[in-house]
């Protein structure tokens, strides 16, 4: 049996990384926020496929929008933590980790229906001290390792042997040394990139590439995971002409066509035997069981 999980960030548009230096966090508020049709682009792809998938959201969206939380849950989806204040978590200090953290879960416990256990780190800034963090609050799995090795702001923790990879094996899940569960980005290797499937690098990936990705991970690996932001199905946000060339293309990039190559690719995903799509909880619930 193979598993897909579909994971979606809930942040709005201004609160990008690649943004930060045009819109800072005291800036925020003032910012329009498109969140809620943005979100619902998705939630109306996801119906229609019938398919449930793990949001991981933004505390501070979650405090200002909880009746968007409280839709994404009672339509079955998974609610996990984003962080509050999506700061890299190898520029705080480990008291603030902790706090951001904890601060995220008091806002979207009680506006979920069950209990918070999974997280995903702002820009998969994840830390050693984060995972244990993770540990003590009880949570059951991080989602948050990207192996894409051209980005400073992905975090490194020491999960497997590395060098197992080199032929682009796709490690789909694997447990920490202090328990946590661990959920790395689905990626292959093409000409020695470690190449995830979502974010940009969805957007950047031509079609027929992507079908030749999900293919290549599920030669090696029995769960695949996809992940998207809301912003990224939306055509129509702001454009800060002011960006940097790098940074403009990064964020802008066929916005227009996410959604119908999502909409694809879940169409082929179904198509395949023996898989089945999950939530990352129902697979650290899977998983548990088998170890
Ligand atoms: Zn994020």
Do not use: C
């Amino acid at each position: 049996m193979k598993y897909v999980v579909f994971s979606i960030d809930i942040e709005d548009w201004f609160q990008v990384e690649n943004l930060k230096n045009r819109i800072q966090y005291h800036e925020w508020g003032l910012k329009e926020s498109r969140i809620d049709e943005s979100t619902r682009v998705v939630l109306e792809i996801l119906k229609r496929r019938n398919i449930r998938a793990t949001f991981f959201i933004l505390g501070w969206i979650a405090e200002r929008k909880p009746a968007l939380v409280k839709e994404i849950a009672s339509q079955g989806h998974e609610i996990a933590s984003h962080g509050y204040k999506h700061e890299l978590l190898h520029k705080i200090d480990d008291s603030t980790v902790e706090s951001d953290i904890r601060k995220s879960v008091e806002i979207l416990r009680p506006l979920s229906r069950s209990k918070i256990v999974g997280y995903r780190a702002p820009s998969f800034s994840i830390t050693k001290t984060a995972t244990g963090v993770l540990k003590a609050m009880n949570f059951a799995y991080d989602a948050s390792l990207n192996d894409f090795q051209f980005n400073r702001r992905y975090g490194k923790i020491a999960t497997y042997d590395r060098t197992s990879r080199t032929d682009g094996e796709a490690v789909s899940w694997t447990i920490l040394e202090n328990d946590l569960i661990e959920f790395p980005i689905s990626v292959n290797t093409y000409l020695t990139i470690y190449w995830p499937l979502g974010g940009g690098y969805f957007r950047l990936s031509p079609m027929w590439f992507i079908r030749k990705q999900l293919r290549d991970i599920f030669r090696k690996s029995d769960i695949v995971s996809i992940y998207l932001h809301p912003w990224e199905f939306d055509p129509g946000q702001p454009r800060l002409k002011s960006l940097s060339a790098n940074y403009y293309f990064r964020h802008y990039y066929g916005l227009g066509k996410t959604a119908d190559k999502i909409d694809n690719l879940i169409k082929l995903v179904k198509n395949f035997p023996d898989v089945k799509i999950k939530t990352f909880g129902e697979m650290a619930k899977i998983l548990a069981r088998r170890v």
